[in-house]
């Protein structure tokens, strides 16, 4: 759609206005697990951006990349761009970039730089900021990664099921998503919230020791306690059978499912069960994405938890491949260069912490955002 492109572009404008005022900020999602080394990388190449070089915001759409540049003169430019053009470039922004270069900074134009077919000299850029329509098609397209998905054992059917939200709750005809799994996996194990059975202070002992039901299954509530990530007190009742799930992950790659969501109950808050299967996951080393539920959005509600995952697990294979063909096209000098891409909550976060699932929305939201900082600048009350 033409209104959200023209969206994302405008509120990447903003905010490369606003850092030349100080008073930008780097959004990354609040659960991720950002490294020292992305952010001693944004602290570098934010003091990079006060010494007069080209500032980029980048809008990749379906259709036309846009592409708006602050010269070290202040001067504001954009150029637009098919973002299909494989006769003539291999990326689009890569394009708008050089084109713009090669335009407006003569001097290493002179010194043989910003040649077509050549790496992009990164020496001159202060900052790419990019709003992408990649994760959006792939999702609408359904051209996402072959994945499956691993789920406590009885919650086999639980995102199909879904929590019944539809627009017209008596609509009998209502026609639901396709899902984007492949295949589902239960995964015998079993985590219980103990404030359900620790009511009865005098009775807490009792509860500790493990104990088995008439079927030979743990019985609930008995079991050692510890407490959760949230502070909630957890019963580890039975931890997953790692032989098990190794066969299970060997089923997913004979099936040629190539991504992994792992959602399991309670995992918000005690995601050691996640973390072993996605531990094993990797090591396999058949997975080109391995999404848990408990590192890409840790909430209590499993439904909308294990919707994000498989999202994730999804997308990002989409995004991590088109990021690494945007990479080739400019020098080694590229990693010092703060490189960030918008969200679906309207922020910006570092590349190496952007997932698919991150950028569903990011079109709609940059609208928002861009309209209330366009009022804001009027003088609008509203």
Same mark, same amino acid.
């Given at each position: ?221 008995? &079991? ?8 909630? @007190?957890?019963?580890? !009742?039975?931890?997953?059978? $790692?032989?098990? %799930? =190794? ?30 299967? &996605? ?8 997975? @080109?994405?391995?999404? !848990?539920?408990?590192?890409? $959005?840790?909430? %209590? =509600? ?30 080694? &000098? ?49």
């Amino acid at each position: 759609m033409k209104t959200p492109q023209l969206s994302v572009l405008a509120l990447l404008v903003v905010l490369s206005h606003k850092i030349q005022s100080n008073a930008f900020s780097i959004s990354s999602h609040p659960t991720s697990s950002s490294n020292a080394s992305s952010r001693s990388q944004l602290n570098m190449s934010m003091s990079n951006e006060k010494q007069n070089k080209f500032l980029f915001s980048i809008d990749r759409g379906g259709t036309f990349t846009d592409v708006h540049c602050i010269l070290p003169n202040k001067q504001e430019i954009v150029r637009k761009l098919l973002s299909e053009d494989p006769d003539n470039y291999p990326d689009a922004p890569t394009e708008g970039i050089r084109r713009i270069l090669h335009d407006f900074d003569m001097e290493n134009v002179n010194e043989g730089y910003y040649q077509r077919g050549d790496s992009v000299y990164t020496g001159m850029i202060g900052s790419i900021r990019m709003g992408t329509t990649v994760a959006t098609n792939a999702l609408l397209e359904r051209k996402g990664e072959r994945m499956g998905l691993l789920i406590t054992k009885g919650f086999k059917d639980l995102l199909k099921i879904g929590n019944q939200s539809r627009k017209d709750i008596f609509d009998l005809t209502c026609a639901m998503p396709k899902l984007l799994y492949e295949d589902v996996k239960e995964v015998d194990e079993r985590v219980m919230l103990a404030q359900f059975f620790d009511e009865d202070k005098d009775a807490i002992n009792d509860y500790a020791v493990p104990k088995m039901d008439a079927l030979g299954s743990p019985k609930a509530g008995y &079991g050692s306690r510890f407490q959760g990530l949230t502070g909630e @007190t957890v019963i580890d !009742m039975k931890p997953p059978d $790692m032989d098990a %799930v =190794k066969k299970q992950l060997e089923e997913f790659q004979k099936e040629g499912i190539k991504s992994l969501a792992i959602v399991l109950a309670h995992s918000y808050t005690y995601d050691k069960h996640e973390k072993m299967i &996605g531990n094993l996951a990797e090591e396999m080393g058949c997975f @080109t994405e391995v999404s !848990m539920s408990s590192k890409v $959005m840790p909430m %209590v =509600k499993l439904v909308n938890r294990g919707h994000t995952a498989c999202a994730a697990a999804y997308l990002t294979p989409k995004i991590s491949a088109y990021l690494s063909s945007f990479r080739q096209g400019f020098d080694q &000098g590229l990693d010092d260069v703060m490189l960030t891409f918008m969200k679906s909550d309207g922020g910006l976060t570092p590349v190496d912490d952007f997932g698919g699932h991150q950028a569903i929305l990011s079109g709609p939201a940059g609208g928002v955002i861009v309209s209330v900082a366009k009022c804001h600048s009027l003088g609008s009350p509203s």
